[in-house]
């Protein structure tokens, strides 16, 4: 039972005024009046007794109670006054027969403000009970809830007697309508109410409170304090949380096992009151879940395995709950700390894909879970990179005034450097219109690739910039890297496994760059060692498994046709061999380092070619062997590297889905 409200700030004294001239003054709505009976004008509550009564407890007047004699006349109105707002200090406000009975009233024992919003504690009896009471537009909110205090009160209408607690958003000129009174709100420089007081009085309505006050742009602690483990002879749920781990600034993720009957909902909530529900979470079978709990919940232990991602605010140390929705109540099943994630992006998705997952699921999770994480800690990290120069190692004297220059990445191995010079070397246009700049993009090589550099070029005599950042950046960040220190006009992005086999290809692809103003960007044609295709130029093919449209190599592993001269229009190619102007680059953004370690950074760049309205072409009378994904080995287990294909997908797929599929005329 609610306490009286005459101790706290924010209370709404009991006064009743006069019974006013006209009943238009208060704008009641027309009831039609019980079978054989007669009702009068909506009224303020009063009766023809001289003497005055206190309220009864939880500010609810007994029906023969006069109104206190220091409240103010009502407002008099003509038929012609617009309606006038009830202020709370006017409640209760009942509507009566002829007789006196009362056919229904409302009453606020007090009030809270939380934030932008206004809680009300009260009841409500008669027809009023049985009224819609949350708005459409979720200006208010409001449940109902057992009162015996009011039942007592009002014994004739004890069926309909009703504890009610709403919140509410005030509109315009801080008014709202409740149970349909027409009411406004009061000033919050007359008192805010107490909150706490709010929250300890409606233990049994904390979930209902959580839900309708999200947003209100205040902490819910107090309120989130007040949330009880779920009683031992609760049976609907059960849950465990295993890892809770995050970034601060960044989000997080949260693992854990749940089990639960229709009817309930499960969410995360963390100490300022901000909710996750489960209904979205990603699922995964545990047997030992079902093994433990098919006794008590059946079929209902199937998928327990749990992750949902959570990308509000994180704060180490602080706790996280998972909680149990059940009608108007709210139960803690379980709870952990915030533990500290790997900030570094591939650490966190190698830590985060760990987890099972379906794979016909990868994608949603991508999309609703840590995807938004990953992209978050990319960004920080990029932003955070320090504005130093690379460190630069010359070797043999530079070319004045390149033609191209040619951007070769180094990870994990650097000898295919040895077979690239030696080809290089027999081709003398290339060594008089290019400059070679080696990325060096992983520091366990750096010490090696520079004690063997000197050698290198003394055994080919062909010069080359041994260029590092001292960390590892992937394709894109590596790529990025050593254009930032290209002179000339154009560039070829080129893998370290990618050898010639005779001279003059270099010619061909820049001959179609500078002499066709239509084409942005350049392949060539690669072979695998033994003849057959490797390259040809990329098509986009919706992948089902994948969610999302994937690059193929058309004729990938078969005899090549005879080769045409010039160019051949292609939709894309790979980063392996391309060739672009540097004002090009520039103006589309060049290569993107939000993708991890190495997958469609290719055709992104292509379709931002194509979306500047230029074309893709191929050169196929060239002659380049492509040992394709030497140059990756050792970044990692096939497991993870599936992984890291399917995030990129989903990457590409957000940025171009509508793009390909209009392209393709499809989408599988």
């Not at 061909?508 to 060692?529: C, Q």
């Not at 939709?571 to 060049?590: E, F, I």
Request: hydrophobic share 40%; charged share 20%.
């Amino acid at each position: 039972m609610i306490a009286d409200a005459g101790q706290h700030a924010g209370q709404i004294t009991s006064r009743t005024p006069p019974q006013p001239a006209a009943a238009a003054a208060l704008d009641a709505p027309v009831r039609r009046p019980p079978e054989g009976r007669q009702v009068s004008q909506t009224v303020s509550p009063q009766t023809n007794s001289p003497q005055t009564a206190s309220p009864s407890p939880g500010g609810v007047r007994r029906p023969d109670e006069t109104p206190r004699s220091d409240a103010p006349p009502a407002p008099r109105a003509s038929a012609a006054t617009p309606p006038s707002f009830l202020s709370l200090s006017q409640l209760p406000h009942l509507i009566r027969a002829p007789a006196g009975d009362v056919l229904d009233g409302l009453m606020v024992d007090y009030y809270a403000y939380v934030g932008d919003r206004l809680v009300l504690s009260g009841w409500v009896v008669g027809a009023g009970s049985g009224r819609r009471i949350d708005s459409a537009d979720d200006t208010v909110r409001a449940c109902l809830f057992p009162r015996p205090d009011v039942e007592t009160a009002f014994p004739g209408l004890a069926a309909s007697a009703r504890g009610l607690l709403a919140v509410v958003r005030p509109g315009e000129g801080d008014t709202f309508t409740l149970c349909g009174r027409r009411l406004r709100a009061p000033r919050r420089a007359d008192g805010e109410g107490d909150p706490a007081r709010m929250f300890v009085d409606h233990r049994a309505r904390l979930g209902f409170l959580l839900e309708a006050l999200q947003g209100s742009a205040v902490s819910l602690a107090p309120l989130v304090a007040q949330l009880q483990t779920a009683p031992a002879a609760y049976k609907r749920a059960r849950g465990f949380l295993e890892h809770a781990k995050g970034v601060p600034g960044h989000g997080g993720l949260v693992v854990g096992w749940t089990v639960q009957v229709p009817g309930v909902t499960l969410a995360l909530i963390d100490q300022r009151g901000r909710i996750v529900p489960l209904a979205e979470a990603v699922r995964w079978h545990r047997p030992d879940i079902v093994d433990a709990f098919s006794s008590e919940f059946g079929n209902f232990t199937f998928n327990a395995g749990m992750l949902q991602g959570w990308r509000h605010g994180v704060t180490l140390g602080e706790e996280i709950r998972l909680c149990v929705l059940d009608g108007d109540e709210c139960h803690v099943l379980a709870s952990r700390q915030w533990e500290a994630a790997p900030v570094e992006p591939v650490s966190f998705a190698k830590w985060a894909f760990e987890f099972p997952t379906p794979l016909d699921r990868f994608f949603d999770r991508l999309e609703q879970h840590d995807g938004a994480v990953i992209d978050s800690l990319v960004a920080a990290k990029l932003a955070a990179r320090p504005p130093r120069p690379p460190e630069i190692m010359v070797c043999g004297p530079q070319p004045e005034s390149p033609r191209c220059s040619i951007i070769i990445p180094l990870f994990g191995r650097f000898d295919f450097m040895l077979n690239q010079l030696l080809e290089f070397s027999e081709d003398d246009e290339l060594k008089a219109d290019a400059e070679l700049i080696y990325v060096v993009d992983d520091p366990r090589i750096l010490s090696e690739v520079r004690q063997q550099a000197p050698l290198l070029y003394e055994a080919n005599r062909v010069p080359f910039r041994i260029v590092t950042a001292g960390e590892n950046r992937g394709f894109s960040g590596a790529n990025n890297l050593g254009i930032s220190v290209a002179r000339a006009p154009n560039l070829l992005l080129l893998n370290s496994d990618v050898i010639p086999v005779e001279p003059g290809w270099l010619q061909k692809m820049l001959a179609v760059i500078e002499g066709r103003a239509d084409v942005g960007i350049v392949g060539a044609r690669l072979f695998y060692p033994n003849g057959a295709i490797q390259h040809d130029g990329m098509a986009f093919v919706w992948e089902p498994a994948l969610n999302a449209h994937i690059n193929k190599h058309p004729g990938m592993g078969l005899e090549p046709p005879d080769p045409r001269a010039g160019a051949t229009p292609r939709l894309a190619v790979t980063g392996a061999c391309l060739l672009m102007s540097r004002a090009l680059y520039d103006r589309v953004g060049g290569l993107d380092e939000g993708f991890l370690i190495g997958d469609f950074e290719d055709s992104d760049l292509c379709l931002k070619v194509r979306s500047a309205g230029l074309s893709i072409a191929c050169v196929e009378d060239v002659n380049l062997i492509h040992l394709e994904r030497q140059s990756l080995a050792g970044i990692g287990q096939d497991r993870f590297r599936n992984f890291v294909v399917r995030y990129n997908a989903w990457r590409h797929e957000r940025r171009w889905g509508s793009v390909l599929r209009k392209m393709t005329g499809a989408r599988g």
